[in-house]
């Protein structure tokens, strides 16, 4: 997720909170990349959702990448993690 897709999260987020969601959960395991841009989506998404009464959380099965990119700059604290329906559980 970099300035070359995060518009689509954007404009999936206006799209489905106009339409009355009330929960979201981001799938982020076929994520390879995440860089400046993409964690300032990911945040901007979490208050876009908030002002719409819209839950907003962030299945916790991340790539690696993702998960050290997370954990370099402290966003994690900011996002509420909950598994996605067709997510595996953690194995062992």
């Known amino acids: 997720m970099d ?3 995060a518009a689509q999260l ?7 909170c106009s339409h009355g969601a009330r929960e979201v959960v981001l ?3 076929g994520l390879d990349f995440i860089d400046t841009t ?3 989506t990911l945040l901007a998404g979490h208050d876009f959702c ?5 839950q907003y959380f962030i299945d916790p099965t991340l ?3 993702v998960e050290r990119v997370f954990a370099l700059t402290g966003v994690s604290d ?3 993690f909950k598994r996605c329906e067709d ?3 953690d194995v062992g």
């Open 63 to 65: 790539p690696p990448a």
């Open 3 to 5: 300035m070359g897709t």
């Open 27 to 29: 799938d982020l395991r």
């Open 50 to 54: 908030a002002q719409h009464d819209c």
């Open 87 to 89: 997510s595996p559980e």
């Open 10 to 16: 954007d404009g999936a987020l206006q799209t489905i």
């Open 38 to 40: 993409g964690l300032r």
């Open 78 to 80: 900011h996002f509420g």
